[in-house]
């Protein structure tokens, strides 16, 4: 009796999941706009529809509270999934917006009944064409997703001038050079580290590694002490910093 009761339970489960499995494994962005369409809250929903179009991305987890479903189907580690492989033949291959396609389409679901996939997809080939064009060329390119990148040290050092007012930096100088950089390491220098494209590649980690230097730890830490002294009147010494290195 135990025995046929926990084959039925089990049967129940793995039927249940095959369904679940299945209901969330859109093929495409009708399917998946169909399965918001009845999963969706309606608050949500109403949500939905008060968004801009182009804001649409930032109610999707990570980047929002809501959504997590859509973040499974279109991430990177879930590369077998059918939406993923759709939206990758279709040319949108950056979360953010492949996001944005997928509840466009629920949007214009909600509110047309239907929606006109190609001019959906259209605004967003193009701007996947423009960070396709970046990356390719992103160790020549003064300017990489929106922020300009130095190309060398002292250019490093007019990049910070602009962010920093004077007040700001009499501050900094007041620390010792070691205090600064050790302190500015996860904001400053992870600002540096990220924007500037040290972990991708750009022409600044290219001036670097050309001098022996290509960790982007070390690269941001080299650049935080040398700006420590170029506003303290002091010797950079770039070689020797390399040589510590």
């Given at each position: 009796m135990k025995a046929?009761?926990?084959?039925?339970?089990?049967?129940?489960?793995?039927?249940?999941?095959?369904?679940?499995?299945?209901?969330?494994?859109?093929?495409?962005?009708?399917s998946a706009s169909e399965i918001l369409i009845?999963?969706?809250?309606?608050?949500?929903?109403?949500?939905?529809?008060?968004?801009?179009?182009?804001?649409?991305?930032?109610?999707?987890?990570?980047?929002?509270?809501?959504f997590e479903e859509v973040f499974h189907w279109i991430s990177a580690d879930q590369k077998r999934t059918k939406l993923n492989r759709y939206l990758k033949k279709a040319g949108i291959n950056c979360?953010?917006?492949?996001?944005?396609?997928v509840l466009i389409a629920f949007k214009h679901t909600i509110l047309y009944g239907s929606f006109d996939e190609e001019k959906i997809l259209k605004p967003y080939l193009e701007k996947q064409d423009w960070i396709d064009y970046q990356h390719e060329n992103r160790f020549t390119l003064d300017t990489l997703y929106g922020f300009y990148i130095p190309k060398d040290l002292e250019d490093c050092f007019r990049e910070l001038d602009r962010i920093f007012d004077d007040s700001i930096r009499a501050e900094l100088i007041i620390m010792d050079e070691k205090t600064f950089a050790s302190r500015a390491h996860f904001g400053l220098g992870r600002w540096i580290r990220n924007n500037w494209q040290l972990w991708g590649g750009s022409r600044l980690s290219t001036y670097f590694n050309d001098l022996g230097v290509f960790h982007p730890d070390d690269i941001s830490w080299i650049i935080l002490i040398s700006y420590h002294r170029y506003l303290s009147g002091k010797e950079i010494n770039l070689e020797e910093q390399i040589r510590r290195e």
């Open positions: 046929k009761l926990f084959l039925t339970i089990f049967l129940s489960l793995s039927l249940s999941a095959i369904y679940a499995q299945k209901k969330s494994n859109p093929k495409n962005l009708k009845n999963e969706t809250p309606n608050n949500i929903k109403e949500l939905v529809k008060s968004t801009a179009d182009d804001s649409l991305y930032l109610l999707c987890y990570p980047n929002g509270d809501y979360f953010d917006y492949r996001c944005s396609v």
